[in-house]
């Protein structure tokens, strides 16, 4: 017997997304937290899937997708940037 993934509701709306859903077929949001750090020209990117809590990607440290629609909100704001008086 193959085991399913065990699908999560939406963070928004509470509905259960279907196996093959990447959006809320309800209210649009992504089923994911991935990492908001998209590939491109200049680098592979990271788009790492993170738990729903996390506002913070736990693999590069950049803001995840449920933090950027906002949906979750960071405990400290622009936690994983430098304040200019830290980089002297």
Request: hydrophobic fraction near 20%.
């Amino acid at each position: 017997m193959g085991d399913k993934p065990v699908l999560k509701p939406c963070i928004r709306c509470g509905r259960i997304p279907g196996e093959e859903d990447e959006y809320c077929s309800d209210c649009g949001v992504p089923i994911l937290n991935r990492c908001s750090d998209e590939p491109g020209i200049f680098g592979k990117g990271c788009t790492f899937v993170n738990p729903p809590t996390a506002v913070y990607c736990t693999k590069c440290g950049e803001p995840t997708v449920y933090q950027l629609n906002g949906l979750i909100q960071p405990k400290y704001p622009n936690g994983n940037r430098p304040k200019s008086s830290d980089i002297n």
